[in-house]
T-cell receptor, first 115, second 117 residues
């Protein structure tokens, strides 16, 4: 069964450093998402991406964040200058254009730790 | 803006018993989808069950069922014959049926379910 994959599973970085989180969505999916979950808190929407552009972003997704689909398979989230409060679990999700529920399929997440 | 509320931070159930997790939501939209996601200690988000607002029949997936009360904006999850593997954080989520490419999920704060042997 196709699945969303994310790398790395755990990233440790120093405050102020740039990080790139990678996701490989399910191959025939056209909509891509990033969500964030700070430890012990709820999952929060960051950004959605369709047709090579951002379709919606939350107030969390400020100028320090960017997303890119550099090729036909990867979908990346870049944080330019990490802050301590960026420490969280980051989930990528994708969905197809068809289907009754347009279900979003989640990857296993990347745990980002900013020291 | 839509909101999702889960009023039970933690719940506990005996193995083989039944437990109900509560979820309420607020929206002015007429059509939407509701989901329950399970997040075990591995933190992977796993879809448990889903419901479309215009469908009156409550969704069922094996031991999992929902009680969807549209007028009350309530969407509870019932787990029957609870198993040790059901222990996890459970999130209720809302998604608009409109919005096209966005269709972001809005999550509640979660309910941590413990299953006692």
């Amino acid at each position: 069964e196709p699945e969303v994959t994310q790398t790395p599973s755990h990233q440790v970085t120093q405050m102020g450093q740039e990080v790139i989180l990678r996701c490989v969505p399910i191959s025939n999916h056209l909509y891509f998402y990033w969500y964030r979950q700070i430890l012990g808190q709820k999952v929060e929407f960051l950004v959605s991406f369709y047709n090579n552009e951002i379709s919606e972003k939350s107030e969390i997704f400020d100028d320090q964040f960017s997303v890119e689909r550099p090729d036909g398979s990867n979908f990346t989230l870049k944080i330019r200058s990490t802050k301590l409060e960026d420490s969280a679990m980051y989930f990528c999700a994708s969905r197809d254009i068809a289907g009754t529920y347009n279900e979003q399929f989640f990857g296993p997440g990347t745990r980002l730790t900013v020291l | 803006a839509q909101t999702v509320t889960q009023s039970q931070p933690e719940m506990s159930v005996q193995e083989a018993e039944t437990v109900t997790l509560s979820c309420t939501y607020d929206t002015s939209e007429s059509d939407y989808y509701l989901f329950w996601y399970k997040q075990p200690p591995s933190r992977q988000m796993i879809l448990v069950i889903r419901q479309e607002a215009y469908k009156q029949q409550n969704a069922t997936e094996n031991r999992f069922s929902v009680n969807f009360q549209k007028a009350a904006k309530s969407f509870s999850l019932k787990i029957s014959d609870s198993q040790l593997g059901d222990a996890a954080m459970y999130f209720c989520a809302y998604r608009s049926a409109f919005g096209g490419a966005t269709n972001k999920l809005i999550f509640g704060t979660g309910t941590l379910l413990a299953v006692q042997p």
